[in-house]
């Protein structure tokens, strides 16, 4: 199990993992518009604050997660993603776990802060499993089809 950095070779592969309206809002908020395609993502990756990368395990792409950098020594956790074979098998946690080695090591990060809707209870358990723990909850903050999603600022310092 590895990140490696995501390149434009796969584009593609996010794209077919991202394939619905709804799921694409989770993944990426309202900085997407659905159907996710090349040009917003080459759009997005190309800032330099952005640090992509993919999760493989035995040589499969299993994930997507990015460092998004806020300051020197602060990053955030965005758009996080297991693709659905790899999904209930406790990958988020390893991909997490080393997104969050490489933030301090590589990248001098001493606080690493994220964003989760209230209702993803299985990202904020795994996510409390690696030591992050809730600053802010945000009521109606977002909203997808009808529905009002509360939103969950969660931190840990390095």
């Known amino acids: ?10 584009y593609n592969l996010l794209i077919s993992w991202i394939d619905s309206d709804k799921l694409n809002y989770q993944w990426g908020g309202p900085n997407f518009e659905f159907p996710l395609d090349l040009v917003q993502i080459s759009k997005h990756c190309s800032q330099v604050q952005v640090f992509p990368f993919i999760f493989v395990v035995s040589g499969q792409s299993a994930g997507y997660v990015e460092l998004f950098k806020v300051s020197e020594s602060h990053f955030r956790i965005c758009r996080v993603f ?21 933030a301090k090591e590589k990248y001098s990060a001493n606080l690493l802060s994220l964003a989760v809707f209230e ?3 299985v990202a904020k ?6 030591g992050f ?3 802010s909850h945000e009521n109606g903050s977002r909203s997808f089809d ?11 310092r390095l």
Do not use: P
């Not at 199990?1 to 796969?10: G, I, N, Q, S, T």
């Not at 999904?87 to 997104?99: E, V």
């Open 1 to 10: 199990m590895e990140l490696r950095a995501f390149e434009k070779e796969d």
């Open 82 to 102: 297991v693709s659905d074979s790899f999904r209930g098998k406790g990958i988020s946690k390893h991909m997490l776990a080393q997104l969050v080695t490489l």
């Open 119 to 121: 209702q993803n209870i």
């Open 125 to 130: 358990n795994c996510y409390e499993l690696l």
């Open 133 to 135: 723990t809730v600053t």
């Open 146 to 156: 009808g529905e009002v999603w509360d939103l969950l600022r969660m931190e840990k």
